[in-house]
């Protein structure tokens, strides 16, 4: 990737992920505070809305920059000019190391997004202070690795088209897909998130999250949130693949 690719990757990823993010925030609001362990009244019901979004406007732009860099650099590093039917392995591995990179920014981001979401009386600023306090800057990246798994089951299922409205279809439908698949996989990421300092779920251990939600709420609990997610990730591929295509044919 020349110099020209990596500035209009950067740029187009960037301005794609913040669109989407505050658009669609109440969307994640929503599914946020009905995957809370205290339930969605509890958590802010539909109060405060917007809580949270000053994290979400900071991590988006070099978020979604990191992942379409590290995306199409790693695309053309593993092109070999070879057979067309290995392209769909190019493009999910390469989306696969994408998501891993951007998560280290992501998953910050979200972690106190998250929390001030179910929290809509407390500032951003005040919960980033206190989860650094408590726990220091590993605080930021709990339910690291459960965010890379649930991005990069997502991740598999995009990839460029002709054009952009293409993109943007495929995005679409393609996205609401993995996230109905993925859903339990966020709620584990949420509780995750979520706990207390110290206790059992804190670990991150996904599979033991996943355990905790089925034991206690069953196949609900498990797919909680899930009519809000698959709104917002089928909009959010929409508006985001087909915006960075665009913009990127724009600038090239």
Known sequence: ?????????????????????????????????????QGFKKAGGFRGIYAGVPSAAVGSFPNAAAFFV?????????????????????????????EVVACLIRVP??????????????????ILSNTLYE???LGLYRGYKSTVLREDFWS??????????????????????AAAVTT??????TRIMLAKTGSRTAS????????????????S????????????ISLGGFIFLGMYDKIRRLLL
Do not use: N
Not at 207 to 218: I, P, Q, R, T, Y
């Open 1 to 37: 990737m020349d110099r020209g690719d990596f500035l209009v990757s950067l740029t187009a990823g960037g301005l794609a992920g913040v669109s989407v993010d505050l658009i669609l925030f109440p969307l994640d609001t929503v599914k946020t505070r009905l995957q809370s362990p």
């Open 70 to 98: 590290t995306y199409e650099y790693t695309k053309a590093l593993l092109h070999t000019g070879g057979s067309p039917y290995l392209s769909p392995i190019t493009h999910m591995l390469a989306a696969s190391f994408g």
């Open 109 to 126: 981001s979200e972690v106190v997004k998250q929390r001030a979401q179910v929290s809509p009386s407390s500032s951003t600023l005040r």
């Open 135 to 137: 726990e220091g800057i």
């Open 156 to 177: 598999w299922k995009q990839g460029h088209v002709v054009d952009s409205w293409q993109s943007a279809v495929c995005g679409a439908f393609a996205g609401g897909f």
């Open 184 to 189: 339990p996989l966020d709620v584990a990421k």
């Open 204 to 219: 991150g251990d996904v599979l033991s999250a996943l355990h905790g939600v089925w034991k206690a709420e069953g196949i």
């Open 221 to 232: 609990g498990l797919f909680a949130g899930i009519v809000p997610r698959m709104s917002a």
